[in-house]
């Protein structure tokens, strides 16, 4: 064992060092780490009984090897309580190791990502099935170490191969027992898909009883709503995505910042914030009956429907830091004093305008059926912020050359190329949604349209991706940086970004990226990526509106 | 770069989570959710420090 790991043993079960300066340890017996062990594991796995299930025999092996490991602690425990209690105590001396539960995020990531692949073949199962076993093993590690585990097994003898008997046993009278009702109990549904859907069924009932005096509630087909309007919540749409995204996330940013933290007790906002993330499902549920009710069934089948989910994950998950934070009994940061800052946020100047777009994108897109009506909301938002930030633009080079409107014309030409290569895209909702607007409105929502197009969006954006990305990932101090004094590595992933924002377009947007910093590194200019950006903007808000290509926005 | 490193392991995940299309949770916005709420974490410790 590592010296430094010897160093923290002598503090006793529960005690906790915790502050910046020193490394957070925690130290605790057997049975302590054994209800760690299953409390990650449910909190982990629970949310994921879909995709345990997915290939054949995987939740079987679960279900033995939870079982056989229940019975054998529970025979070591009887048997030979000698070794039992020695290993509590010898695992005091131990602290939980944070690296090898990084290693198992990591490990758990990449078993959710093999399992959404469509693919059957060997090599996939095989990764799947490996990534699963390791993502539990390297949990097992961090809380017992290998060598302990080992040698308390031989010395519990032939414990081990009865605790595997009588699991298998175990299991077997499981799943050929039937009920009173003739079912087989699947632990699986019965423990977490339907208890779940039914919990957030009643959540969305009891939100909805004040609202609607017509409520129709069918819990054996899980619809709900009102003669008018009505709703099913299946399975997969009653928060495991949100809570599974929540899980990562504050697993993650605890680990990253696990400096800033009071550990054990940190551990609680795990489980916290997936609650928290759950209710917020039932909520967005109960609103998308409301607004179905409302009489804006395509608003609410639609846009609010794809958004709202993403809007309450942000919410939460932002929640989550700026509440924590402020948290004493969680956090070792010093309570933040209302001090009169002297500094400028620089980040938020270069940020905020592009973040503003995001945000009243996604209230625009939540609020429509199809048509984006509220699309000026983004030009609003964006113009906003930037006037917000004015004074911290000053300073910024906004001259441009020629050059700059040559990279805009090759960006242009170059997306379209690329685009026709692509082949058809699907129509777009904005030439039926203008068709709609009398004269006056649709002036006005094409007004909005370009004007975000050309001027808000490309200022934005270039400020966003590549004054504030390229730069901040090659210093912390990005702002004394010179643009000049780049990294190939920070104008590959800034151009990433830049492209992934576009979506099914992201090859297309990546190149832009590159050439829009070639633009801006060339003489650090800021100006000279704007006016590249707009000048392709530009053009192909003529080729929308000269040539009917409503695709290309 | 602690903030880099989280957004971009959760954008790959995400990414990866929500390739196929769900209720709950829009693929086609993750993109944009995702930069959403990493740039508004790094606005949030820009103004700590």
């Known amino acids: 064992m590592a010296a430094s790991e010897q160093q923290c043993g002598s503090a006793p079960i529960g005690t906790l060092v915790s502050g910046p300066a020193s490394k957070a340890s925690v130290s605790s017996g057997l049975w302590v780490r054994v209800v760690w062990f299953a409390l990650l594991l449910a909190a982990e796995w629970a949310p994921l009984t879909n995709l345990v299930h997915k290939y054949w025999g995987a939740g079987s092996l679960l279900e033995i090897a939870t079982a056989s490991g229940s019975f054998f602690l529970a025979l070591a425990y009887i048997r030979s309580r000698e070794s039992f209690d020695r290993l509590s105590n010898e695992l005091r001396s131990f602290p939980i190791r944070w690296s090898l539960l990084g290693l198992h995020l990591v490990a758990l990531a990449a078993f959710l990502g093999l399992s959404v692949l469509h693919s059957s073949g060997f090599v996939v199962v095989a990764l799947w099935y490996g990534t699963g076993v390791l993502a539990i093993g390297l949990a097992g590690c961090a809380l017992v170490p290998p060598r302990l585990a080992y040698g308390f097994v031989r010395e519990t003898g032939y414990a081990w191969l009865y605790a595997l008997a009588a699991g298998l046993v175990a299991w077997r009278v499981l799943i050929t027992t039937r009920l009173w009702n003739g079912a087989v109990w699947n632990p699986a549904i019965d423990l977490s898909w339907k208890p779940a859907t039914d919990l957030t069924f009643s959540l969305v009932q009891a939100l909805l009883r004040p609202f609607l005096a017509q409520l129709i509630a069918n819990r054996s087909t899980m619809t709900i709503g009102t003669p008018k309007f009505t709703v099913t919540i299946l399975p997969w749409c009653a928060g495991f995505e949100g809570t599974a995204l929540m899980l990562i996330f504050s697993t993650a940013w605890l680990l990253y910042f696990r400096q800033e933290f009071r550990f054990p007790r940190a551990l609680l906002l795990i489980p916290a914030g997936m609650l928290v993330i759950w209710v917020s499902n039932a909520v967005r549920i109960a609103s998308l009956v409301l607004i179905g009710v409302a009489g804006a069934p395509a608003v609410a089948a639609g846009g609010f429907h794809s958004q709202a989910g993403w809007i309450a994950f942000n919410c939460v998950a932002l929640g989550f830091v700026i509440l924590t934070r402020r948290m004493p009994w969680f956090s070792t940061m010093p309570r933040e004093e209302k001090k009169e800052r002297t500094g400028q946020n620089l980040t938020a100047a270069y940020l905020v305008p592009f973040l503003a777009i995001l945000t009243a994108a996604m209230i625009s897109r939540a609020a429509s059926g199809g048509f984006e009506w509220l699309y000026l909301l983004r030009f609003i938002a964006a113009a906003g912020a930037l006037w917000f930030f004015r004074a911290q633009y000053r300073n910024l080079d906004w001259r441009f050359g020629g050059f700059s409107l040559l990279a805009g014309c090759v960006v242009f030409a170059l997306w379209l190329g690329l685009d026709k290569l692509a082949g058809p895209h699907p129509s777009s909702a904005i030439a039926a949604g203008l068709a709609s607007l009398n004269a006056p409105q649709r002036a006005a929502w094409l007004g909005f349209r370009i004007a975000a197009a050309v001027i808000t969006v490309p200022i934005a954006e270039e400020l966003a991706f590549r004054g504030f990305l390229i730069r901040r990932i090659s210093s912390a101090d990005f702002d004394s940086l010179d643009p000049r004094h780049y990294t190939y590595f920070a104008v590959f992933v800034s151009s990433l970004a830049f492209g992934v924002l576009h979506g099914e377009r992201w090859l297309a947007g990546t190149l832009a990226g590159v050439i829009y910093a070639i633009a801006f590194l060339r003489r650090g200019r800021i100006g000279d990526a704007v006016i590249a950006h707009a000048v392709t903007n530009a053009l192909l808000a003529a080729c929308v509106l000269f040539a009917g290509r409503w695709d290309l926005w | ?49």
């Open chain 2, 1 to 49: 770069m602690k903030l880099l490193g989280i957004t971009l392991l959760f954008l790959g995940v995400s990414g990866a989570a929500m390739a196929t299309a769900v209720p709950e949770i829009d693929p086609s916005s993750a993109g944009s959710a995702v930069a959403l709420l990493a740039g508004a974490l790094l606005v949030i410790r820009a103004r700590r420090k």
